[in-house]
């Protein structure tokens, strides 16, 4: 089951509201100051629905999370946490299937991150509300939704121990180049935003990678981007000269760089052409922090 989470705010007619500096969105760049690191709404949907609710029975669930908010992210947790077990036991990531599951009691999931995740609700009495909740929220936006468990049902799934077959990850040392991208946001009253301190021009290409080659990326931000590569799919390797973090396992296409830097592994298969890396905070990427690369 799809859960799509992003945040909006409305106008009293229920119209989006956005906080552009021109309405129309055609003349002057840029959003209110309040706007300026990104916009954060004050309602909560769920695949469309404000803070909905979900019948569930005793039984596994699988979700296939999506931030699909412009740049709020979420620290996800079940509320009250299961007595037994972990609340989220993750099976894939941005790319598809991990090799072996993971458990976590809570999800980092910043813009564009997708983890799918097995719930097990019996581990909840029937009749019982079980609350998805955003750790980083404040009132109306620390919820997100909620699970009533509704029913018993004969649990006729199982998560394997082994997901999917030892995957080909791309190695550093198979490196040919190593470059670094450092994400540095504009400020307030329509700032540009810059990468390498550069805003997107859509001629200037700034990396080419052969076709199949392997590249290191090593990306900084500052303060915290989540940083998106089109075409392809990468490893992360490191976060700040120590092991990935607990949610980059897998294949990735976005990463969560919260300060510092993180380090990926990448090969370009597949096809030559010219493609984008940028912030996926939409403010700050339509504020140009984007670039061109080109496989050759």
């Given at each position: 089951m799809p859960l799509v989470i992003a945040d909006r705010a409305f106008r009293e007619d229920g119209s989006l509201h956005y906080p552009s500096l021109d309405p129309t969105l055609t003349e002057k760049p840029g959003v209110f100051a309040h706007a300026s690191n990104g916009m954060f709404g004050d309602t909560i949907l769920v695949n469309g629905a404000p803070w909905p609710s979900l019948e569930v029975s005793n039984t596994r669930y699988r979700f296939r999370i999506l931030n699909a908010s412009n740049a709020r992210a979420y620290d996800l947790a079940l509320d009250p946490p299961p007595v037994e077990g972990p609340s989220f036991l993750q099976v894939g990531s941005d790319g598809g299937l991990l090799e072996?599951?993971?458990?976590?009691?809570?999800?980092?999931?910043?813009?564009?991150?997708?983890?799918d995740v097995v719930v097990d609700f019996s581990r909840y009495r029937v009749g019982q509300e079980v609350t998805l909740v955003d750790r980083?929220?404040?009132g109306a936006t620390a919820r997100v939704m909620r699970f009533i468990v509704v029913r018993r049902e004969g649990e006729e799934s199982a998560v394997p121990e082994r997901l999917a077959p030892e995957q080909d990850f791309p190695r550093p040392e198979e490196a040919e180049v190593t470059r670094s991208f450092q994400f540095v946001a504009g400020g307030a009253w329509g700032g540009m935003s810059t990468i390498n301190f550069r805003v997107f021009d859509p001629e200037r290409v700034d990396a080419r990678p052969r076709l199949g080659s392997t590249e290191v990326w090593e990306l900084s931000a500052d303060p915290q981007h989540p940083i998106h590569l089109h075409?392809?799919?990468?490893?992360?390797?490191?976060?700040?000269?120590?092991?990935?973090?607990?949610?980059?396992?897998?294949?990735?296409?976005?990463?969560?760089?919260r300060g510092g830097t993180v380090r990926v592994a990448a090969r370009f298969d597949g096809y030559r052409g010219k493609y984008v890396f940028h912030c996926h905070n939409l403010k700050h990427e339509d504020m140009m922090m984007m670039a061109n690369f080109e496989v050759v």
């Open positions: 072996a599951p993971v458990p976590h009691e809570r999800l980092l999931a910043s813009p564009a991150e997708r983890f980083l929220g404040a075409l392809v799919h990468f490893k992360v390797i490191s976060r700040d000269g120590g092991p990935p973090g607990p949610y980059d396992a897998g294949w990735k296409d976005t990463v969560f760089v």
